[in-house]
């Protein structure tokens, strides 16, 4: 069982940056890729980020390639989101996702959720 809990989203000016975390609890949080989707008012749920168990690999949405990285501590069972050069376009709930050992963008290999976090970027 991992249970996730955002935080680290607010309100922010376009091309400004927020970093997001989202704390794990378990003691097997080393063992699960991790993820990071959005929803935007309306719109369905997209997959943002990824990144594997070991950390080596990453994934992005192309969307937020260049902008956003991913990276995890497992010391701190935490993994983060630096989002930079935010647009407009990128408000949205932010959730992360504990899923297998691969990474991947496909939510229904994600089988742990947090809550979400809301991130509002103004033009």
């Known amino acids: 069982q991992v249970q996730l809990v955002e935080s680290g989203g607010g309100l922010v000016q376009a091309g400004g940056s927020l970093r997001l975390s989202c704390a794990a609890s378990?003691?097997?949080?080393?063992?699960?890729?991790m993820g990071w989707f959005r929803q935007a008012p309306g719109k369905e749920r997209e997959f943002v980020a990824a990144?594997?168990?070991?950390?080596?690999?990453?994934y992005y949405a192309d969307s937020v390639k260049g902008r956003f990285t991913i990276s995890r501590d497992d010391v701190k069972n935490t993994v983060y989101l630096q989002m930079n050069s935010l647009k407009p376009e990128d408000t949205a709930v932010y959730y992360c996702?504990?899923?297998?050992?691969?990474?991947?963008?496909?939510?229904?290999?994600?089988?742990?959720w947090g809550q979400g976090t809301q991130v509002t970027v103004s033009s």
């Open positions: 990144i594997s168990w070991s950390g080596g690999r990453t």
């Open positions: 378990g003691r097997t949080f080393s063992r699960y890729g």
């Open positions: 996702a504990a899923g297998g050992v691969v990474v991947t963008p496909d939510a229904g290999e994600y089988g742990y």
